[in-house]
Nanobody, 122 residues
Framework: QSRLVESGGGLVQPGGSLRLSCAASGFTLDNYAIGWFRQAPGKKRERVSCIDSTEGRTNYADSVQGRFTISRDNAKNTVYLQMNNLKPEDTAVYYC???????????????WGQGTQVTVSS
């Protein structure tokens, strides 16, 4: 059974950092594009970042550009999201997703994790 599991969320003060991990089991991530999405209370889910399966090209939402970095370690079958200079508006449940299509459109992703809570507050 294919499965994605996120970890690394938690409570952090503004300006702090967290690294989220997305580990896959039952399938190998290197054939898939991976996206990180987030959903804050009362808001629609939004794409944060994505990385393609072949050339490692990355893409970021304007709101996180320069602060977040997506990377993949195919040997560990894991994708990471390094989040620096966190702001209260980054508070959300963060999800990773895998898809053969990838990109910014969440409909292109077929496998989703359960999410990990990130709270940025003083």
């Amino acid at each position: 059974q294919s499965r994605l599991v996120e970890s690394g969320g938690g409570l952090v003060q503004p300006g702090g950092s967290l690294r989220l991990s997305c580990a896959a089991s039952g399938f190998t991530l290197d054939n898939y594009a991976i996206g990180w999405f987030r959903q804050a209370p009362g808001k629609k889910r939004e794409r944060v970042s994505c990385i393609d399966s072949t050339e490692g090209r990355t893409n970021y939402a304007d709101s996180v550009q320069g602060r977040f970095t997506i990377s993949r370690d195919n040997a560990k079958n894991t994708v990471y999201l390094q989040m620096n200079n966190l702001k209260p508006e980054d508070t959300a449940v963060y999800y990773c997703a895998a898809g053969l299509g990838g990109g910014s459109n969440e409909n292109m992703y077929t496998d989703w994790g359960q999410g990990t809570q990130v709270t940025v507050s003083s």
